[in-house]
Protein backbone atom coordinates (compact mmCIF):
# COMPACT_ATOMS: atom_id res chain seq x y z
CA UNK A 1 0.00 0.00 0.00
CA UNK A 2 3.20 2.34 0.82
CA UNK A 3 4.31 2.01 -2.51
CA UNK A 4 1.12 2.31 -4.84
CA UNK A 5 0.54 5.87 -2.38
CA UNK A 6 4.42 7.24 -3.29
CA UNK A 7 3.76 6.05 -7.23
CA UNK A 8 0.19 7.86 -7.11
CA UNK A 9 1.57 11.32 -5.09
CA UNK A 10 4.50 11.67 -7.68
CA UNK A 11 2.17 11.70 -10.67
CA UNK A 12 -0.14 14.43 -8.33
CA UNK A 13 2.90 16.55 -10.04
CA UNK A 14 2.47 16.10 -13.51
CA UNK A 15 0.53 17.95 -16.38
CA UNK A 16 -3.25 18.11 -16.77
CA UNK A 17 -5.85 20.42 -17.96
CA UNK A 18 -7.81 22.67 -15.79
CA UNK A 19 -10.55 25.36 -15.59
CA UNK A 20 -10.26 28.24 -14.51
CA UNK A 21 -10.10 28.46 -10.46
CA UNK A 22 -9.34 30.80 -7.58
CA UNK A 23 -6.02 31.28 -5.87
CA UNK A 24 -6.01 27.83 -4.07
CA UNK A 25 -5.86 25.71 -7.57
CA UNK A 26 -3.53 28.02 -9.00
CA UNK A 27 -0.71 27.31 -6.06
CA UNK A 28 -1.04 23.91 -6.99
CA UNK A 29 -0.50 24.40 -10.91
CA UNK A 30 1.96 26.47 -10.63
CA UNK A 31 4.31 24.13 -9.02
CA UNK A 32 2.82 20.93 -11.25
CA UNK A 33 3.89 23.55 -14.29
CA UNK A 34 7.20 23.95 -13.24
CA UNK A 35 7.83 20.60 -11.98
CA UNK A 36 6.77 19.44 -15.73
CA UNK A 37 9.30 21.60 -16.84
CA UNK A 38 11.89 20.17 -14.85
CA UNK A 39 11.07 16.94 -15.79
CA UNK A 40 10.96 17.18 -19.62
CA UNK A 41 14.25 19.64 -19.94
CA UNK A 42 16.25 17.81 -22.04
CA UNK A 43 19.38 19.31 -20.90
CA UNK A 44 18.71 17.88 -17.05
CA UNK A 45 18.28 14.78 -18.37
CA UNK A 46 21.63 14.27 -18.68
CA UNK A 47 22.25 15.77 -15.28
CA UNK A 48 20.66 14.12 -12.50
CA UNK A 49 21.77 15.97 -9.41
CA UNK A 50 20.96 19.34 -10.95
CA UNK A 51 17.49 17.85 -12.41
CA UNK A 52 16.99 16.58 -8.71
CA UNK A 53 17.71 19.81 -6.70
CA UNK A 54 15.26 21.73 -9.10
CA UNK A 55 12.89 19.14 -8.52
CA UNK A 56 13.30 19.41 -4.51
CA UNK A 57 13.31 23.45 -4.96
CA UNK A 58 10.08 23.27 -6.94
CA UNK A 59 8.48 20.40 -4.64
CA UNK A 60 9.25 22.67 -1.53
CA UNK A 61 7.53 25.63 -2.99
CA UNK A 62 3.69 24.37 -2.34
CA UNK A 63 4.35 22.03 0.62
CA UNK A 64 4.23 22.90 4.02
CA UNK A 65 6.58 20.58 5.56
CA UNK A 66 6.52 21.99 9.20
CA UNK A 67 2.88 21.42 9.39
CA UNK A 68 2.83 18.09 7.75
CA UNK A 69 5.91 17.26 10.33
CA UNK A 70 3.57 18.37 12.94
CA UNK A 71 0.54 16.50 12.32
CA UNK A 72 2.35 13.38 11.14
CA UNK A 73 4.03 13.05 14.56
CA UNK A 74 0.64 14.12 16.20
CA UNK A 75 0.59 13.84 20.29
CA UNK A 76 4.29 13.13 20.24
CA UNK A 77 5.28 16.36 18.40
CA UNK A 78 4.20 19.02 22.08
CA UNK A 79 6.73 16.60 23.36
CA UNK A 80 9.71 17.22 21.49
CA UNK A 81 11.97 19.94 22.02
CA UNK A 82 12.34 23.00 19.37
CA UNK A 83 15.95 21.26 18.52
CA UNK A 84 14.16 18.24 18.25
CA UNK A 85 11.13 19.79 16.20
CA UNK A 86 13.24 21.26 14.21
CA UNK A 87 15.36 18.64 13.54
CA UNK A 88 12.24 16.18 12.99
CA UNK A 89 10.87 18.85 9.91
CA UNK A 90 14.20 19.03 8.22
CA UNK A 91 14.15 14.94 8.17
CA UNK A 92 10.27 15.02 7.24
CA UNK A 93 11.06 17.10 4.18
CA UNK A 94 13.68 15.39 2.98
CA UNK A 95 12.16 12.10 3.23
CA UNK A 96 9.29 13.45 1.17
CA UNK A 97 11.68 15.21 -1.24
CA UNK A 98 13.67 12.65 -2.32
CA UNK A 99 10.75 10.11 -2.55
CA UNK A 100 8.64 12.46 -4.71
CA UNK A 101 11.72 13.52 -6.82
CA UNK A 102 12.73 9.61 -7.55
CA UNK A 103 9.30 9.21 -8.51
CA UNK A 104 8.53 11.99 -10.46
CA UNK A 105 11.56 11.36 -12.66
CA UNK A 106 9.38 8.00 -13.90
CA UNK A 107 7.55 10.73 -15.67
CA UNK A 108 5.08 9.03 -18.48
CA UNK A 109 2.68 10.99 -19.90
CA UNK A 110 -0.01 11.18 -16.57
CA UNK A 111 -2.53 13.72 -16.32
CA UNK A 112 -4.17 15.53 -13.39
CA UNK A 113 -7.25 16.89 -14.08
CA UNK A 114 -8.44 19.63 -11.75
CA UNK A 115 -12.16 19.13 -10.77
CA UNK A 116 -12.97 21.98 -7.62
CA UNK A 117 -11.74 23.60 -4.76
CA UNK A 118 -13.45 24.30 -1.41
CA UNK A 119 -12.50 26.80 0.77
CA UNK A 120 -13.13 27.33 4.48
CA UNK A 121 -11.37 30.41 5.97
CA UNK A 122 -7.68 29.88 6.22
CA UNK A 123 -8.53 25.62 5.36
CA UNK A 124 -9.11 24.47 1.84
CA UNK A 125 -9.36 21.55 -0.45
CA UNK A 126 -8.09 20.93 -4.11
CA UNK A 127 -10.00 18.11 -5.61
CA UNK A 128 -8.31 16.40 -8.53
CA UNK A 129 -7.96 13.33 -10.39
CA UNK A 130 -5.04 11.45 -12.14
CA UNK A 131 -5.32 9.93 -15.34
CA UNK A 132 -2.38 7.32 -16.52
CA UNK A 133 -1.58 6.33 -19.82
CA UNK A 134 -3.55 3.45 -19.34
CA UNK A 135 -6.24 5.87 -18.55
CA UNK A 136 -7.02 4.76 -14.85
CA UNK A 137 -8.04 7.24 -12.88
CA UNK A 138 -6.97 7.98 -9.57
CA UNK A 139 -8.78 10.87 -6.93
CA UNK A 140 -6.10 12.97 -5.50
CA UNK A 141 -6.96 15.64 -3.31
CA UNK A 142 -4.76 18.67 -1.62
CA UNK A 143 -5.72 19.35 1.67
CA UNK A 144 -4.09 23.29 2.30
CA UNK A 145 -3.53 26.04 4.52
CA UNK A 146 -2.88 29.96 4.47
CA UNK A 147 -0.56 31.15 6.97
CA UNK A 148 0.68 34.65 6.20
CA UNK A 149 -1.33 34.89 2.96
CA UNK A 150 0.21 32.05 1.56
CA UNK A 151 -1.35 28.25 0.20
CA UNK A 152 0.01 25.59 0.86
CA UNK A 153 -0.40 22.23 0.91
CA UNK A 154 -0.31 20.17 4.68
CA UNK A 155 -1.90 16.71 3.62
CA UNK A 156 -2.77 14.62 0.34
CA UNK A 157 -5.32 12.21 0.34
CA UNK A 158 -5.37 9.35 -2.16
CA UNK A 159 -8.08 7.51 -2.93
CA UNK A 160 -9.44 8.36 0.49
CA UNK A 161 -6.33 7.57 2.06
CA UNK A 162 -4.35 10.72 3.96
CA UNK A 163 -0.90 11.03 3.50
CA UNK A 164 -0.41 12.31 7.53
CA UNK A 165 -2.78 10.01 8.76
CA UNK A 166 -0.54 7.35 6.97
CA UNK A 167 2.50 8.27 8.44
CA UNK A 168 1.24 9.61 12.13
CA UNK A 169 -0.04 5.49 12.46
CA UNK A 170 3.82 4.30 11.66
CA UNK A 171 4.99 7.10 13.33
CA UNK A 172 3.00 6.54 16.38
CA UNK A 173 3.55 2.86 16.35
CA UNK A 174 7.72 3.10 15.48
CA UNK A 175 7.36 5.65 19.24
CA UNK A 176 5.36 3.26 21.14
CA UNK A 177 7.34 -0.15 20.71
CA UNK A 178 10.80 1.61 20.78
CA UNK A 179 11.25 5.41 21.47
CA UNK A 180 11.64 8.39 19.57
CA UNK A 181 15.08 8.08 19.31
CA UNK A 182 14.46 5.12 16.88
CA UNK A 183 12.14 6.74 14.84
CA UNK A 184 14.44 9.39 14.20
CA UNK A 185 17.50 6.80 13.17
CA UNK A 186 14.97 5.26 10.86
CA UNK A 187 13.88 8.63 9.12
CA UNK A 188 17.70 9.12 8.30
CA UNK A 189 18.09 5.50 7.40
CA UNK A 190 15.55 6.08 4.82
CA UNK A 191 16.66 9.50 3.61
CA UNK A 192 19.90 8.42 3.25
CA UNK A 193 19.00 5.52 0.75
CA UNK A 194 17.07 7.82 -1.44
CA UNK A 195 19.06 10.60 -2.03
CA UNK A 196 21.14 9.35 -5.05
CA UNK A 197 18.61 9.37 -8.43
Known amino acids: MKRILLCLLAVMFLTGTAPVFAAVTDEVKKTVDEVVKIVTDKNLKQHDQKRRQALKKSISVIFNY ?3 AKRSLGKHWAQRTPAEQ ?4 DLYASLLEN ?10 NEKIVYLKENIDGDHAEVKSKVVTAKRDEYTVDYRMINQGGKWSVYD ?3 EGVSLVSNYRTQFNKIITSNGYPELVKKLQTKTSELKAP
Open 156 to 158: VVI
Open 86 to 89: KQFV
Open 66 to 68: TEM
Open 99 to 108: SYASKIESYN
